[in-house]
C-alpha cells in the first residue's frame, strides 16, 4: 500500500511553468514505475510521462520537449516540471505508482489560461 499527495497545481498564463511534486508514505526505490497522468475536461485520462527505478522516461507526444520527469529516491518524491504550458495542458493531474497494484493520487488541478 502506499498512498500519493500531488502538489504545485495552479493557474498559469501560456508560455509560463509549473512544478509538480508528489510525496509518497513509504520508499519509493523498490517501486519499479512512477509518474503522471491527466484528465482534461470532457476527456479520458491520458499518460502524460514516466519513470522507472533506472531511471528511464516515457513521454507522451504531446509533451516531449516541454515536460520533465523526475524521481528522488531519498525524499520519496516524484515531480513533474512543466514548460512552455499550453491551454490545452489544462486538466488534474494524477500521480501513480506501480508495484503488484496501481496506487493512485487525488490529483492536483492545472489551468493555463490568460
Known amino acids: 500500500q502506499v498512498q500519493l499527495v500531488e502538489s504545485g497545481g495552479g493557474l498559469v498564463q501560456p508560455g509560463g511553468s509549473l512544478r509538480l511534486s508528489c510525496a509518497a508514505s513509504?520508499?519509493?526505490?523498490?517501486?519499479?514505475?512512477m509518474g503522471w497522468y491527466r484528465q482534461g475536461p470532457g476527456k479520458e485520462r491520458e499518460l502524460v510521462a514516466t519513470?522507472?527505478?533506472?531511471?528511464?522516461?516515457n513521454y507522451a507526444d504531446s509533451v516531449k520537449g516541454r515536460f520533465i520527469i523526475s524521481r528522488d529516491n531519498a525524499k520519496n518524491t516524484v515531480s513533474l516540471q512543466m514548460n512552455n504550458l499550453k491551454p490545452e495542458d489544462t486538466a488534474v493531474y494524477y500521480c501513480?505508482?506501480?508495484?503488484?497494484?496501481?496506487?493512485w493520487g487525488q490529483g492536483t488541478q492545472v489551468t493555463v489560461s490568460s
Open positions: 501513480t505508482a506501480v508495484t503488484n497494484l496501481r496506487f
Open positions: 513509504r520508499y519509493i526505490r523498490n517501486i519499479n514505475t
Open positions: 519513470i522507472i527505478t533506472g531511471g528511464s522516461t
